[in-house]
């Protein structure tokens, strides 16, 4: 158990906290290999035929293959199943791959799992199509790495092939839920009060942990470093069913 209320947990597996027992760099998308299968490699090709190009908020997606059934396309709250391989964009070396557990990954759009550039550069995808999403670091992990494969400041690149969509429902709105003031912008007080109050078997030492857990979530979130998060930098649910933020 992550110790925090299941509607709200998804968004904090991602951080680097040790708090716990969240371990960083877990999308939930991405397992980690424990035993990899070499009989099946996808190196990156960089010669592949790009059938189109477009941005995406800041991720340069490439459509190498456009979809088989477009009558439903990924939206946030979808669960969707794909095959993807992550390559540093200044080596294209892979550092992770779903062939790696030897099966497609199941995850859900739009709940905080992922790095903010894949979160962006899924929307919208067909079952069939497959992506090459070019993700700067901004939109990864950031200047802090993610402490495993990931080194500080690296763009990613990412193939993506989506093999089945199954229709869910919109996350709930977390970044309303932080946003206590309605600034549209988080607070290190607003995050800490936000942890402590919906944290079911969190264990502290003192304010000083907190203080800590908070500073390594603002670390990958406040991207432009002026001590609050707002709705550009927050990688959460921040659109409910009601909502037009």
Request: glycine content about 10%.
């Amino acid at each position: 158990s992550s110790g925090i209320n299941a509607e709200y947990g998804n968004y904090f597996t991602k951080f680097n906290l040790s708090w716990n027992k969240m371990k960083y760099g877990v999308f939930l998308l991405f397992l980690a290999c424990v035993y990899c299968n070499d009989s099946e490699t996808y190196e990156y090709n960089a010669a592949e035929e790009v059938v189109y190009t477009f941005d995406m908020q800041g991720v340069k997606v490439e459509v190498l293959k456009r979809g088989e059934d477009c009558t439903k396309k990924a939206e946030d709250g979808d669960m969707l199943t794909a095959e993807f391989h992550g390559f540093l964009e200044n080596s294209f070396e892979r550092f992770e791959s779903s062939h790696d557990t030897g099966k497609p990954s199941s995850f859900k759009l739009g709940h905080g799992y992922m790095i903010k550039g894949l979160e962006r550069g899924l929307q919208n995808m067909c079952v069939g199509e497959k992506r090459r999403l070019h993700i700067p670091a901004v939109l990864a992990y950031g200047k802090i790495g993610d402490s495993k494969n990931v080194p500080p400041g690296a763009d990613l690149i990412y193939d993506v092939e989506v093999v089945h969509i199954q229709k869910g429902t919109i996350p709930p709105n977390i970044f309303a839920k932080i946003d206590t003031n309605g600034d549209k912008q988080i607070s290190k007080d607003e995050m800490a009060n936000f942890i402590l109050e919906t944290g079911r078997t969190v264990t502290l030492r003192g304010v000083s942990e907190i203080n800590d857990v908070v500073d390594e979530i603002f670390k990958l979130e406040d991207t432009d470093e002026n001590g609050f998060v707002d709705m550009s930098e927050f990688s959460g649910p921040k659109k409910g069913k009601h909502d037009e933020l």
